[in-house]
């Protein structure tokens, strides 16, 4: 994505920045030390050094955004939210204020929600860490580009394990996590060089529990992508940037593994754990009766049953009142296991290589074998997925055969992204003629709300059959091809599921809407209308545009209004690009026919 000419002008860029860097360290004057409104501090390094990455950037790519920790108007200001520069100027100036040199200077590049792009130099050493050609580099001080070192990650030897867990970041959860994975080493260093030493090989995990900003981390999730790790939030899938406030929630940084422990990812946050084992096994052995189960997935909440099981699989349309003609997605834990059951094509390939565990389901043709008689439900196709969600694939490994799950909602209505939603739609008594929902695994709200999207990866172009949260911008990305999108797709022979009418609640919903009608309740996006300043049943989806936002809420929106009892939901526009497409398809079938 960037040439060899300008990365070297980047390298060049991160080292005026050190120098600058270097200088005002060396010339400290500890009581010129400003404090921003979250009491950080701010000096002139972090000024200075601003100016010139951001100047530089600038000068190289001047079509591309630039947001930068100290340049504070550009927080707000991002209008393109696909393709932008994080920068911190100086991460880690509470070390540097110490005398401590362990700070760097950071820019990322991120393109589709991922970072693509990332240099992390450390003045002190005057040494730059990046990525370019998918490969991690390590240049130090007076070294030419030529002369590059290549880094890799080690692989995670779990009996071994060396850690990172900044001692100055202790939270309750991290302690949690520290005596569940009871590491063999822990070493401790400041600012983004953590990312390097996971990078070089030198540890194999970073937890992190405590807040962090976009900029914190962006560059070093690029290098350490390249070289072989990755950095995933707590639910499991690939950090994204563009987020509210461009705050992260909690993540897990790691070197090279097949099988990363869905604990692992569990314990970053406060749960109560006391009773998950026996809700665990208990939620397996009524799988394996035939009674359903929900739980939760990073997409939506999914109302489960074994895939062995004609019966229990029935339970499920009799539960949901779904058409027969309707198929399910099977849940499973690894590409290994799935492709038992259909088979891969190389488009099949690269795309769950890249987003699994994930929010993407891929459809392909049925193996003909003893495992897809009765997981199959006799088609010639299959849609698979394995979610991202620790819980999720906790629970598919336990039982260690596919859980087909649709959404554990009511068909035809909306998703549920919450156990009280599964609750709503399926209580009080939770069982009928023909099913039982034995339990409901409650983990909190899903973090993306939104289903995963499904392509049809059989032929030699994918098509999208249902958009998602995987948009079709990141899936031309990786595939380099073009992308088919069944825009409408009415056809029930290739999409049983996209009914025209979906995801609707009981209030008639009405899309791109500007005025007020009588009896009706409005899901906003953005600051509020003045004209609707004063209305009473408002539901804002963001009131920063942020689409990730949007995509969260909206189911809650889409219910809490209908619980208000309104005639009509009336929703603003939303722009219809990246996960917007999803949010607009869901709405354009909740409103079918309004
Ligand atoms: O995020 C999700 O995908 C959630 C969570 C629980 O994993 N599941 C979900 O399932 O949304 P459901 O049943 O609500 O939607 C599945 C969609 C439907 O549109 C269905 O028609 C389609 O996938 N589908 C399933 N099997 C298919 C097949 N063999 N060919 C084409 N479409 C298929
Ligand atoms: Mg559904």
Redesign the pocket.
């Known amino acids: 994505m960037i040439s060899e000419r300008k990365i070297i002008k980047l390298i060049d860029l991160a080292r005026k920045c050190n120098l600058c860097a270097m200088f005002h360290f060396k010339n400290l004057d500890r009581t010129q030390v400003d404090y921003k409104e979250d009491l950080s501090p701010l000096t002139k390094a972090d000024i200075e050094v601003n100016n010139i990455a951001v100047e530089g950037l600038k000068k190289l790519f001047p079509d591309i955004e630039i947001v930068s920790e100290e340049s504070k108007n550009s927080h707000n200001s991002l209008k393109n939210n696909k393709v932008f520069w994080l920068v911190d100027p100086i991460d880690g100036t509470k070390e540097f204020i110490n005398k401590s040199p362990n700070f760097t200077v950071n820019f990322a590049l991120i393109k589709n929600n991922f970072p693509v792009f990332g240099l992390i130099a450390q003045p002190h050493t005057d040494t730059v860490w990046y990525n370019y050609d998918n490969k991690a580099w390590k240049l130090e001080k007076n070294y030419k580009f030529e002369n590059a070192k290549r880094i890799e990650c080690s692989t995670i030897n779990y009996n071994k394990i060396k850690t990172l867990s900044s001692l100055n970041h202790r939270t309750k959860e991290l302690e949690n996590w520290m005596s569940l994975v009871k590491p063999f080493k822990d070493i401790d260093v400041g600012s983004s060089i953590k990312f390097c030493y996971l990078a070089e090989g030198k540890v194999d995990i970073y937890p992190r529990t405590a807040p962090t900003m976009e900029w914190d981390i962006a560059a070093g999730h690029s290098i350490l992508k390249a070289a072989g790790g990755n950095l995933y939030c707590d639910n499991g899938f690939e950090m994204q940037y563009g987020k509210i406030d461009f705050k992260n929630p909690n993540f897990l940084a790691f070197g090279k593994t097949d099988n990363l422990p869905s604990k692992f990812l569990m314990f970053l946050n406060d749960q109560n754990f006391e009773s998950y084992e026996n809700d665990m096994n208990y939620a397996v052995d009524e799988l394996k009766k035939g009674n359903l189960i929900a ?1 939760p ?8 049953a074994i895939g062995n099981s004609e019966k229990a699989i029935k339970s499920i349309y009799t539960a949901k009142k ?1 058409p027969l003609n ?4 099977a ?1 499973t834990f690894s590409i290994e296991e799935a492709e038992k059951y259909i088979e891969f094509t190389n488009i099949a390939r690269v795309l769950t290589k890249k987003f699994w565990p994930g ?1 993407l ?1 891929i ?1 392909g043709q ?1 193996k003909n074998n003893q495992f897809t008689k009765i997981l ?1 439900q006799g ?1 010639s ?3 698979l ?1 394995v ?1 991202s969600h620790p819980v ?1 694939l906790d629970l598919i490994k336990r039982v260690n055969i596919p859980i087909l ?5 009511l068909s035809g209505r909306v ?1 549920p992204t919450s156990a009280e939603h599964v609750i709503n739609d399926f209580g009080p008594v939770f069982y009928g003629e023909g099913w039982k929902l034995s339990k409901i695994i409650d983990y909190g709200s899903c973090s ?1 709300g ?3 999207t ?1 392509i ?1 990866c059989r032929g030699e172009i994918p098509i999208i ?2 958009h ?2 995987i948009t079709k911008e990141m899936i031309t990305d990786v595939l380099k091809t073009d992308v088919l999108d069944l825009e409408n797709n009415d056809n029930e022979l ?6 025209k009418s979906h995801y609707s609640p009981k209030a008639n919903v009405f899309i791109n809407q500007k005025t007020s009608m009588e009896n009706s309740g409005w899901l906003t996006f953005g600051s509020t209308p003045k004209s609707l300043q004063k209305h009473k049943n408002l539901f804002n989806l963001s009131p920063t545009k942020n689409l990730f936002q949007a995509c969260f809420l909206l189911y809650s929106g889409l219910r809490y209004l209908d619980s208000l009892g309104v005639k009509n939901i009336q929703v603003m526009p939303i722009p219809n690009e990246s996960i917007g497409v999803a949010i607009n398809d869901r709405l354009k079938r909740a409103s079918y026919k309004n």
């Open positions: 739980f997935t990073e997409t939506v909440y999914g109302l489960g779904r309707n198929p399910l997605i849940h929010p389901t459809i049925t199959s088609k196709t299959l849609a997925r979610p999720a799950a649709p959404s554990a909602n998703s993306i939104l289903e995963s499904v049809d059959l249902r998602g949260f290739i999409s049983p599921g996209q009914l």
